[in-house]
């Protein structure tokens, strides 16, 4: 078991940066994949990055790419998306997730490769 506990949403202007962080517990931390995801109103979870088990590998969902950074601290048990130029259409309930369903990080763009979810953070994008 895997718990996930995602801190830092929050309200910003468009063009602006947050940092969002979620600390898992329960398992060891370096075994498993950590990954991101958002869900806007009425539309479907939609994928965000992921992160490699040692931290050296990441990929991104091309809304996002260029603009937000993943990245994990072993011995802190966290990890973190770091987001510039935040848009309105970035606004949505961030989601961190924990799995290794998929055999390459660009296999992991799908809710089904991942066990364990936090409960999100809001991050709400004014123009």
């Known amino acids: 078991q895997v718990q996930l506990v995602e801190s830092g949403g929050g309200s910003v202007q468009a063009g602006g940066s947050l940092r969002l962080s979620c600390a898992a517990s329960g398992r060891t931390f370096s075994s498993i994949r950590m990954g991101w995801f958002r869900q806007a109103p009425g539309k479907e979870r939609d994928f965000v990055a992921v992160i490699s088990r040692s931290g050296d590998s990441t990929y991104y969902g091309d809304s996002v790419k260029g603009r937000f950074t993943i990245s994990r601290d072993n011995a802190k048990n966290t990890v973190y998306l770091q987001m510039n130029s935040l848009k309105p259409e970035d606004t949505a309930v961030y989601y961190c997730?924990?799995?290794?369903?998929?055999?390459?990080?660009?296999?992991?763009?799908?809710?089904?490769?991942?066990?364990?979810w936090g409960q999100g953070t809001q991050v709400t994008v004014s123009s």
């Open positions: 997730a924990a799995g290794n369903g998929g055999v390459w990080l660009s296999t992991m763009t799908s809710v089904h490769a991942y066990d364990y």
